[in-house]
């Protein structure tokens, strides 16, 4: 028995009614507003200004659950929820993350806990066979895709900079990714001091996609004057457009010129472990580094980053340091964790990936992101046809952006009323120095007709003016 | 409905079964052999190469996870876990978690959920009150210590070196700590490029306390060789032994030097909020960075670790960057997480703190931790009166540090022997050059013959040699 905790026959009540409440939530998410009609600091203003001195009855706490916090959330598990990237917590997720909060452990060694290591090591294979990586490339989970691309352009430095690890970093180290990149790899840059001056954001085709000879240009303009390239970073499935960069002609390039190549799919890669997307992750095999997030569109709850990396070696040269109170046996079969990365703890992510891969299985996978691909072809099709919209980029994943044809502040206040509606939810962005609405879809729940009657809310909103 | 996901019944009925699990697992955790008794490979070869094709029923992925995961698991839950610093799930936390899997939100912008933002707001300001903290320490919640020392020594270094955010990072800069510091606080300034040759580790006092005066004179030594410190990270609750660092004349040197001064509270900021221990956090209030994490000692499933700072202006210039597709309206009440933080997302962890808060109060908190301060010095003065044994260390907290005096060797023999036998699980350090067991105390469910069983098991052990 645990003193001071709640007894097994009232977890088990709790518990109950926690699962009755997520079944009957993951069945009529699609009733409530998409997002919340709650006012800043709303919820800071509805709930006490301090802690309680004496416990409270479980009761109570699920009742303000139900009543305050629920209604200040904005439904990312909403099958209209279109803002930008769609997620999802499947059932099976959800299983998943409860068991691996009561186990609670730290996967920091492999003697801390050698089911969560192994675990780990087990589901980024599979995820790495769906991906088409080759067995050299190493699987570490990290909570986001923004702390991989940290640990990639971090292992890049240390594998570029001799001095690193002991005198501190060299200057003068360049890094270069597209225009459209996402906003992690350059807050990677300036996070480990690289300076901003030093990410070269290369220009794009018509498709939105990084010129690599636009990149050999600059590579050899900073070498000619006395700067150190040391990184390319590569996109598959921009966050603006969904374009891929060209991975294979990228990855000539580093090869090349000696740079470390790290590949962002944090949501596109997804798509590209569908056979006919396969010639997107083309050349990956050889880069240094990749990233695939399956809490965007693998049906994980967040967070789980996967990072793979082919250079083990330089992850333990830029991260390990082992103080004596966390030595353990040598055994290359007993991953440390710890030796490659920052954070010294990580929770036991594996458990709820190992469950969603196993229910699904890869198939049932294909089927759902091939339907969110299909349906966003579709609607881009749709909102061509429509008078007052045009679609503003090419669609190879499941995300549609378009304007109206009326201009900015129009598309701007559009977005507004849809939103404000609650039937559905979008983000913006600009895109060409003009502003775009984006529809992404990738929610386990979405369905075709999900994904036009949000379609008609935007369509009737834009009529009405 | 949601298609292709488990229906509400079968949520319902797996949930329910998963719930029985757990409630079972935390009533009987004590009755599990404390570490796994596997070799390393052992899951991973017991386990398919490659995921499944064709989805497989949840029966057989629950019956895999207690046949094969389980005996795989090192108990961090049981009551005679003493490795490392224990910790707990309590029952309202992992609700809390249920939940927060459930929801799946992002809380990157406010705007993108609300909820998550402000119940961080709400929870991270309650947690501050307890620590005794000013109103002007912003809270933000990181995965772990590791990962919010960075960010105070990323802010420290933008706060000391005006051309960082677009130049790069300068040379010269150093980093003061105790040699007693958590290997975090050398990770993150290894991470950030400042070079080990530029962390100081200051040396302490014979109870393990920083000495300001030494660390006087090493911000001096470096100034007057052209070096610009910057930062001094000091330490409640080190490690090795639990001791807790001068903090008010360290943040005094500080001051006067123009150095950032961050906190490393994480295991020993929990003990800090008791009334008796006040004193620990003397100073702390003008400090500018601090970090403790409620998933140590406070009850709460892993990952949450709360970071205090007392400058979010810098922590802005240090990590703030707004693609326009992240763009948001401007309002002092809707605060932007990722403004303030390396990664982009995060998981809805406010809410299992909000359970664990509201569920235990104040009164029962303090009572728990207590309670384990008191064992650990009832222990220590057991250990003391044993002839085979002596006492390494002073028991400030609840660590007991100690060793056999029969040497390394044997103390080392002992600790293999222990964890070997499933009865406790303790873990090692090297404290004055000699090898030191560690038993931390800090499960929720241990009580005190737990803690006296663990030293019955180490004793006998010890005593057959």
Redesign the interface.
């Known amino acids: ?6 007894s ?5 009540k ?3 009614e ?10 009529q998410t699609g009733e409530y507003p998409v ?2 009609r ?1 006012q ?5 203003d509805a ?1 006490p ?8 009855p ?1 009761e ?3 009742e303000d ?1 139900d009543k305050l ?2 209604p ?6 909403h ?1 209209r929820f279109h ?2 990237f769609s ?9 998943g ?3 691996a ?6 996967g920091m060694l ?7 290591v ?2 780990e ?3 980024m ?3 790495r ?2 991906l088409g990586l080759p067995e050299e490339f190493f699987g570490i989970v990290h ?5 991989s691309t ?1 640990h990639a352009i ?1 292992a890049a ?1 240390a594998m570029a900079d001799e ?7 060299a ?1 003068g ?1 360049v890094l270069y990714t597209s225009e459209h990149a ?3 790899v ?3 840059a ?9 990410v070269r954001k290369i220009g794009v085709d018509g498709e939105y996609r990084m010129r690599p000879e636009l990149l050999a240009a600059a590579i050899a303009a900073d070498r000619a004057e006395g700067r150190r390239p040391f990184c390319v970073v590569s996109t598959v499935g921009t ?2 457009v969904t374009s891929v960069d060209p991975v294979a002609a990228v990855q000539e390039i580093a090869e090349g010129e000696g740079l470390w190549h790290h590949i962002d799919g944090a949501y596109g890669g997804v798509a590209a472990m569908l056979e006919e997307n396969r010639w997107m992750l083309k050349g990956a095999e050889r880069a240094d580094s990749l990233v695939v997030n399956p809490h965007k569109w693998l ?1 994980t ?3 789980f980053s996967a990072f793979y990396c082919r250079r083990p070696d330089v992850l333990r040269k ?2 390990s ?7 353990s046996q040598e ?1 290359p ?2 991953v440390n964790l710890m030796d490659y990365r ?6 036991f992510r594996a ?2 990936l ?2 969603v ?8 996978f294909c ?2 992101i091939r339907d969110h691909i299909a349906w966003a072809k579709e609607l881009a099709d749709v909102v061509a046809a429509h008078p007052l919209f045009e679609v503003a980029a090419p669609v190879p994943m499941s995300l549609v952006c378009f304007r109206l044809k009326a201009g900015d502040e129009a598309s701007k206040a559009l977005l507004e009323k849809v939103n404000e509606s609650g039937e559905a939810f979008l ?4 895109l060409d120095a003009r502003y775009v609405l ?1 529809i992404a879809i990738g929610n ?2 979405t ?1 075709r007709e999900d994904v036009f009657r949000s379609w008609a809310a935007v369509r009737t909103l834009a009529e009405q003016g």
Not at 87 to 95: E, K, R, Y
Not at 163 to 169: D, I, P, S, V
């Open positions: 028995m645990r003193p001071r905790d709640l097994p026959e009232e977890f088990r709790y518990g109950y926690v699962v009755d409440w997520i079944a009957r939530y993951l069945d997002a919340p709650v800043p600091g709303e919820l800071v709930l200004a301090s802690a309680p001195a004496e416990g409270e479980m109570r706490i699920l659950f916090v629920v200040a959330v904005n439904h990312w598990n099958p803002g930008y997620v999802s917590a499947s059932g099976a997720g959800i299983l993350e409860m068991l909060a009561a186990l609670n452990v730290n492999w003697k801390s806990c050698p089911a969560a192994e675990l090591q087990v589901v294979s599979w995820l066979q769906w909570d986001t895709a923004s702390t940290l971090g430095r001095g690193l690890r002991e005198e501190g970093a200057p180290l996402h906003s992690s350059e807050k990677g300036l996070a480990l001091g690289l300076g901003r001056r030093n966050t603006s049906f709850p967040i967070d830029a991260y340091l082992v103080p004596p109170y966390l030595a055994n079969r007993a920052i954070p010294l703890g990580s929770r458990l709820k190992w469950f891969m196993r229910s699904f299985g890869y198939e049932k089927a759902v983000s913006g962005n600009v984006r386990l729940g369905q």
